[in-house]
């Protein structure tokens, strides 16, 4: 076989491909065997028909039509290998010869990858975050483990404050007539978590057990349902249990109960830690986000719109994955939200357009800065995968060999050490923005 490439305007490449006739003469006698099984022929049975009896009844254009099929896909294949082209989208093919005896010839049209103009993408200026975790930060987890560890009681008197649990029946009624999903029975609210509609929960405070109130209301202008959207309504509301959290004392009993340290100066260290390891993994992310942008933004690149279609895809396809994980679908989503599928679409086109050009930048400059991938580093990530996984990491990596996601792997640790060959080499500036804590 023969293959040749011409690239043409607007990212599209002319493959002109030559298959050896000898290829045709096998495709040929491949249909013959396909299509004899499915023709009835007088006085032959149905598959038992000599070739040359079934050219002269059907036609031999029946045979190179179903050959063409055979031939050209392969060939196609081949050619984008031999030549290097990296297709985005389905070729065009133009037969140019198809005749007994002879070469097949065809073209194919197809829009490639783009070639990327990359700017500067080594000693970009980006800002030095500050790591820092003050006794607030350290005081405000304690909080929240004595709110998670909170033993709730019952009230059988005394008025409703906000962190409490309210146990409420309620009726929602604009111009005196109810309304669509304004009604609930035994609905536990807590009390200043903002799950209602502004004004609601506010209105609550100070109510007792066995009390009803009136309480008016006004939706928000971009209440997702229209018939809701800046209306007035009011809801009779009747409070049927209070439970109150009590949160234990902050002691050494307290940290023996919710952790494995015997002390509270013991539980502050260990959540110090923690915090400044967090801290620093976001400073150090915020560090490649943002050398990577601007690395981005230092190129330029001519984006077909058949990849920003597929990443659209994409992100339509994971969007889907996570409502499903919440018991949702994409059509209850495009009807709490009051919209269609290509609005969404819409919506989502210029992250699309920004994340593929960030593909293609990254893409490029890996390949002029050879950055690789050896079999250690891969190794170490499906050991690293294994542990997550609490898998072997050899019947792991027999399950991703199985399906042909080793390739997926070794690209995306090149991304990685693409991301890290940028960022490591960025300059880093103080932020001088950063607002003082209190």
Do not use: W
């Not at 350290?138 to 019952?154: F, M, P």
């Not at 066995?210 to 209306?231: C, H, M, N």
């Amino acid at each position: 076989m023969k293959a040749t490439a011409e690239k043409l305007e607007n990212n599209e490449v002319l493959l002109e491909v030559e298959v050896d006739a000898g290829q045709l003469d096998s495709a040929m006698e491949q249909a013959y065997r396909k299509l004899v099984k499915t023709v009835n022929v007088p006085g032959f049975r149905k598959g038992k028909v000599p070739r040359i009896v079934f050219e002269n009844f059907v036609g031999k254009a029946a045979l190179y039509n179903e050959a063409v099929e055979i031939v050209v896909p392969e060939a196609y294949t081949e050619a984008v290998k031999e030549t290097g082209v990296e297709p985005v989208a389905q070729p065009q093919v133009d037969l140019v010869q198809v005749e007994e005896g002879k070469p097949v010839k065809f073209k194919a049209t197809v829009r490639v990858k783009p070639e990327v103009d990359l700017g500067q993408y080594t000693g970009l200026e980006v800002t030095k975050p500050v790591v820092e975790v003050t006794d607030r930060d350290v005081d405000g987890e304690l909080q929240k483990l004595q709110q998670r560890h909170a033993r709730l009681e019952n009230l059988t008197e005394g008025a409703l404050e906000n962190g409490d649990i309210a146990l409420i029946d309620f009726v929602g009624r604009k111009d005196g007539v109810e309304f669509e999903g304004g009604e609930g029975t035994d609905y536990s609210l807590e009390v200043g978590s903002g799950t209602f509609v502004p004004g609601f929960e506010e209105q609550l405070v100070g109510a007792s057990v066995g009390e009803t109130r009136e309480i008016s209301v006004t939706f928000p202008e971009d209440y997702p349902k229209e018939d809701l959207t800046g209306q007035q309504v009011v809801f009779t509301v009747t409070v049927k249990g209070i439970k109150r959290k009590e949160v234990s004392a902050l002691d050494d009993e307290f940290a023996k109960d919710v952790s494995e340290f015997d002390t509270l100066e013991e539980l502050k260290a260990d959540i110090q830690k923690k915090l400044a390891e967090s801290a620093q993994k976001e400073a150090e992310n915020r560090i490649k986000s943002e050398a990577v942008q601007k690395a981005v933004e230092n190129a330029t690149v001519d984006i077909p719109e058949e990849m920003i279609e597929m990443r659209l895809l994409e992100m339509l396809g994971s969007m889907e994955e996570r409502l499903q994980a919440q018991g949702m679908t994409v059509d209850n989503y495009l009807q709490y939200t009051n919209s269609s599928r290509e609005q969404l679409k819409e919506s989502l086109r210029d992250d699309a357009a920004r994340g593929v050009k960030s593909t293609l930048v990254l893409e490029a400059i890996a390949k002029k800065e050879s950055v690789a991938v050896d079999d250690e580093d891969l190794e170490r990530e499906i050991a690293r995968m294994a542990e997550h996984y609490k898998q072997e990491p050899g019947v792991l990596r027999k399950i991703l060999e199985k399906q042909n996601q080793l390739d997926y792997i070794r690209e995306g640790l090149i991304r990685q050490k693409t991301i890290e060959f940028v960022s490591g080499r960025a300059e880093l500036v103080e932020d001088t923005n950063q607002p003082e804590k209190e």
